[in-house]
């Protein structure tokens, strides 16, 4: 009776430990599944320009869509691995948008503080294997050539060893010339970024708030991997703006939708949902990239957060705005495949 229950107990140990290690394997196997499927970077790998589309490592047409930060010196509590971690987990962003402000209170007053807010931002997308952009968010960076040389000459430095890496160096010029002032300013910033980063996506402003993108035509700049940035606003821009970029596309240029809203364009006013489901379906059948206008809890339309919400993630549908539920839905449902 004793040898049978001793036998009885060699058994149970030896099943319990046959149980034991089916289950790491299986969690492990888990694990290394959910990381990869969450990893959008190792899928798509370095980017690059064929024609007028952003191609990944593969040379297969890709779109990137994900959310922009607001300026950094005002909206800089959102620039943290809590906020980030969400977007991605949770909206299904596969880019975010690190607009750092340059003035008033940005860059060029506290140059320290505000690069510190943009490399955690970085350090964040390379941890969770998304793309990143980093935008100099200006609307005068002619004026600021010298600091913006030496601000990307060192994040190339720093990071331009990572696919993640996006360079956006110009956000919204204004009422400028291309050939005269945006060009001659992006050729320059261009080329201290090419000295550490031969080859991750850089994306140029055009005149008139990134709304000129036909500008470029046959005026373009001599770099391989330069696109264009395409700006719009939903309840204030129409056809006539989707006929502009047209024409930008017919010529072959890539274009970037690095920034638009479901506002008006002063970042308020009601959203026209007629006119924002022709923009998405356009963006669609374009293949256009694009990041949504913004992360903030401030009082306005274009604000993804309600400003009651304090909280940096976990948010629930009452305390999103309605541009913010809108477009949480959209990414959701156009993007949960990629991360399968």
């Not at 060029?108 to 931002?121: A, Q, S």
């Not at 700006?231 to 240029?253: G, M, P, Q, V």
């Not at 669609?284 to 009651?308: F, R, Y």
Request: charged share 20%; net charge negative.
């Amino acid at each position: 009776m004793n040898q049978i229950k001793k036998y009885n107990s060699i058994i149970i140990i030896f099943i319990s430990i046959l149980i034991i290690l089916a289950c790491e394997d299986s969690e492990g196997i888990t694990e290394q599944n959910d990381n990869s499927a969450l990893n959008i970077v190792e899928k798509y790998g370095q980017l690059s320009i064929n024609g007028s589309n952003l191609v990944d490592k593969s040379g297969e047409v890709i779109v990137l869509r994900g959310m922009s930060l607001f300026w950094s010196q005002w909206g800089g509590v959102y620039y943290n691995e809590e906020t980030i971690s969400w977007l991605r987990d949770d909206w299904k962003c596969t880019v975010i948008r690190a607009s750092m402000g340059i003035e008033p209170d940005g860059y060029i007053e506290n140059p320290e503080l505000e690069y510190g807010k943009i490399t955690t931002v970085i350090d964040v997308c390379l941890k969770l294997g998304i793309y990143v952009i980093i935008d100099w968010h200006d609307h005068n960076a002619e004026n600021h050539k010298e600091q913006a040389v030496n601000f990307f000459k060192k994040i190339s430095e720093d990071y331009g060893e990572y696919p993640n890496i996006i360079y956006e160096i110009y956000n919204e010029p204004l009422n400028v010339s291309w050939s005269n002032v945006i060009k001659p300013y992006a050729e320059s910033v261009i080329e201290a970024i090419r000295v550490n980063d031969s080859d991750n996506i850089i994306i140029v402003g055009t005149p008139n708030w990134s709304q000129d993108v036909e500008s470029v035509i046959n005026n373009t700049i001599a770099d391989d991997n330069v696109m264009y940035s395409f700006h719009f606003y939903t309840s204030t821009h129409k056809e006539w703006l989707r006929n502009k970029c047209d024409l930008a596309i017919a010529a072959n240029i890539p274009i970037f939708v690095s920034e638009w809203g479901l506002s008006e364009a002063s970042g308020n006013g009601d959203i026209d949902f007629a006119e924002s489901n022709l923009w998405t379906n356009y963006l669609e059948e374009n293949n256009l990239s694009w990041c949504n206008w913004s992360i903030m809890n401030k009082d306005e339309t274009s604000a993804a957060i309600l400003s009651s919400t304090s909280t940096l993630s976990n948010w629930e549908n009452n305390q999103l705005s309605l541009s913010g539920n809108t477009i949480r839905d959209y990414l959701i449902r156009i993007n949960s495949d990629l991360f399968d």
